[in-house]
């Protein structure tokens, strides 16, 4: 009499395999995860970054087509290192316009007033603001804004106005702060080419 031989699993084999192929599964379900989100994170901050870098490259534009008010003001009004005030025309519109860039909190804004009336006044206009940089994180070791004369002599501060002749603006970005490990540094300058400036 022939005897049958069965072959497969032992209960005890198909536990085993059952843990293993699931615990297989989990790390691999943890890894990918992990790079989705690694992939997210550096795509938000490649895209914040060239957004940063356009608005910095934007605002040396305006600084450099900084001249005198439609009023007749001098092309700067106020400068320090946080903010900086002068009459360009940004919108493109035949009109010059009062540009205001100033740091607040983790942003740089950008706030624009258009002349009215006849003689053409600023006064009591509205101011239009606009979001240029968000998640700023220069200190006071590092300044977002410097000036230096014709001779390439920085200004200190209080800035004489008459005696800008060019400005430099440095960035510091980070997208996630929660996250490690990059603090980005944009940088940018404008010669202002549209004014005489007082020689030191």
């Known amino acids: ?15 085993v395999t ?15 995860q992990y790079f989705y989100k690694t992939a997210a994170y550096a795509l938000e ?13 934007n605002t040396v534009t305006d600084l450099r087509e900084a001249s005198y008010g439609e009023d007749g003001s001098y092309p ?13 025309n940004v919108l493109g519109d035949g009109a010059v316009e009062k540009v205001h860039y100033y740091l607040s909190g983790p942003s740089l804004f950008r706030g624009t007033t258009e002349p009215a009336g006849n003689p053409p006044s600023y006064a009591g ?3 239009t603001v606009t979001l240029v940089i968000d998640n700023i994180r220069n200190g006071t070791s590092t300044p977002l804004l410097r000036y230096f004369d014709a001779s390439g002599n920085e ?3 209080p800035v004489n106005v008459a005696k800008v002749a060019s400005v430099r603006i440095q960035v510091l970005t980070d997208v996630n702060p929660r996250r490690a490990p990059d603090v980005y ?7 202002l080419r549209n004014l005489d400036t007082i020689q030191p």
């Open 155 to 157: 200004l200190p501060a």
């Open 185 to 191: 540094t944009l940088d940018g300058a404008a010669t």
């Open 1 to 15: 009499m022939k005897r049958r031989l069965f072959s497969g699993f032992t209960l005890v084999e198909t536990v």
């Open 18 to 32: 059952v843990a293993l192929t699931g615990f297989i599964m989990l790390t691999l379900a943890f890894i990918i």
């Open 125 to 127: 206009q509205p101011e």
């Open 76 to 88: 700067i009004v106020a400068a320090a290192t946080s903010s900086v005030t002068f009459f360009a």
């Open 45 to 57: 901050q490649t895209q914040a970054i060239n957004s940063a870098r356009r608005s910095v490259e």
